[in-house]
């Protein structure tokens, strides 16, 4: 059985930075496509990053436009966990997030694409 456990969320002022941590059991990250999503209050699920599966030529990144810049994914292999490194954080960066794997190997962006979802953890970002 697949689980993905995230952590890391918290409450940060405007212009800080945070890494969540996506640790998975029950599936290798490195032959999945990882991607991380956010839910604000009163908005629909969103895409925010998403790391390819490896392959021989490694591996690719998709990020939404609103992060791209600030926002960094990458896994370590070893842990078998995914994170997301997020710098100069705004409040509009202020949701629940979610990390959700797959088996196709694109870094796909759409909420179906992906098989398998954390609970999340929450981020606030103060003005």
């Known amino acids: 059985q697949v689980q993905l456990v995230e952590s890391g969320g918290g409450l940060v002022q405007a212009g800080g930075s945070l890494r969540l941590s996506c640790a998975a059991s029950?599936?290798?990250?490195?032959?999945?496509?990882m991607g991380w999503f956010r839910q604000a209050p009163g908005k629909e699920r969103e895409f925010v990053a998403a790391i390819s599966r490896i392959n021989w030529s490694g591996a690719a990144t998709n990020y939404a436009d609103s992060v791209k810049g600030r926002f960094t994914i990458s896994r370590d292999s070893a842990k078998n966990t995914v994170y997301l490194q997020m710098t100069s954080l705004k409040p509009e960066d202020t949701a629940l997030y979610y990390c959700?794997?797959?088996?196709?190997?694109?870094?796909?962006?759409?909420?179906?694409?992906?098989?398998?979802w954390g609970q999340g953890t929450q981020v606030t970002v103060s003005s």
């Open positions: 029950g599936r290798t990250i490195s032959s999945s496509t």
């Open positions: 959700a794997a797959r088996s196709g190997s694109a870094a796909a962006t759409r909420i179906s694409d992906y098989d398998y």
